[in-house]
T-cell receptor
Framework: TQLLEQSPQFLSIQEGENLTVYCNSSSVFSSLQWYRQEPGEGPVLLVTVVTGGEVKKLKRLTFQFGDARKDSSLHITAAQPGDTGLYLCAGFTNTGNQFYFGTGTSLTVIP | DSGVTQTPKHLITATGQRVTLRCSPRSGDLSVYWYQQSLDQGLQFLIQYYNGEERAKGNILERFSAQQFPDLHSELNLSSLELGDSALYFC????????????????FGPGTRLTVL
């Protein structure tokens, strides 16, 4: 059983389209992060959100942390082929200093 | 290039064997984290060391152990290997004690691909 469920699992879109990836849990997290991983490489941190309801923008990427700190979303505007990769959310709980990765969303942007 | 190095890049071994994976953190980073990534389990946190001391433990099997040395490099030892241990093993490092905050980012190495035959 995965603590953090991501949807969709796979996403294939045309260049220029918008998309949203969801990260959901029944647990509360003190912080939540989003990573992107390319084949043959380790994940690279995109953003960290720590406050319920927080919204962060990183160029064409918008990240939102749910009010109850149980879920998050990543929205990409006008997707580009360079956005292709595996997107992972990850939540941290102060209880036992545990860190959980989501199930992952594999995004392919077709030129 | 994240600055975190892992060796070897690939490792092929047989069931029942023991292997050691090595990680050198970025210069100045005191925390080292180990992760396992497999197709069926996704990316799983195994264990964290901070300045030589175990800081947090995740889903690490008893057959696995790790340590961080005085020069801050770390080793992950996997013993009595099973087919299901085949996976990518990542090491990450961060400056501070908690790599899960906006001011203390984790940097991941390129990983070691372990294949158990």
């Amino acid at each position: 059983t995965q603590l953090l469920e991501q949807s969709p699992q796979f996403l294939s879109i045309q260049e220029g389209e918008n998309l949203t990836v969801y990260c959901n849990s029944s647990s509360v997290f003190s912080s939540l992060q989003w990573y992107r991983q390319e084949p043959g490489e380790g994940p690279v941190l995109l953003v960290t959100v720590v406050t319920g309801g927080e919204v962060k923008k990183l160029k064409r990427l918008t990240f939102q942390f749910g009010d109850a700190r149980k879920d998050s979303s990543l929205h990409i505007t006008a997707a580009q082929p360079g956005d292709t990769g595996l997107y992972l959310c990850a939540g941290f709980t102060n209880t036992g200093n545990q860190f959980y990765f989501g199930t992952g969303t594999s995004l392919t942007v077709i030129p | 290039d994240s600055g975190v190095t892992q060796t070897p890049k690939h490792l092929i071994t047989a069931t029942g064997q023991r292997v050691t994976l090595r990680c050198s953190p970025r210069s100045g980073d005191l925390s080292v984290y180990w992760y396992q990534q497999s197709l069926d389990q996704g990316l799983q946190f195994l264990i964290q060391y901070y300045n030589g001391e175990e800081r947090a433990k995740g889903n690490i099997l008893e057959r696995f152990s790790a340590q961080q040395f005085p020069d801050l490099h770390s080793e992950l030892n996997l013993s009595s290997l099973e087919l299901g241990d085949s996976a990518l093993y990542f090491c990450a490092s961060s400056v501070g004690i908690s790599g899960f905050s906006s001011y203390n980012e984790q940097f991941f190495g390129p990983g070691t691909r372990l294949t158990v035959l």
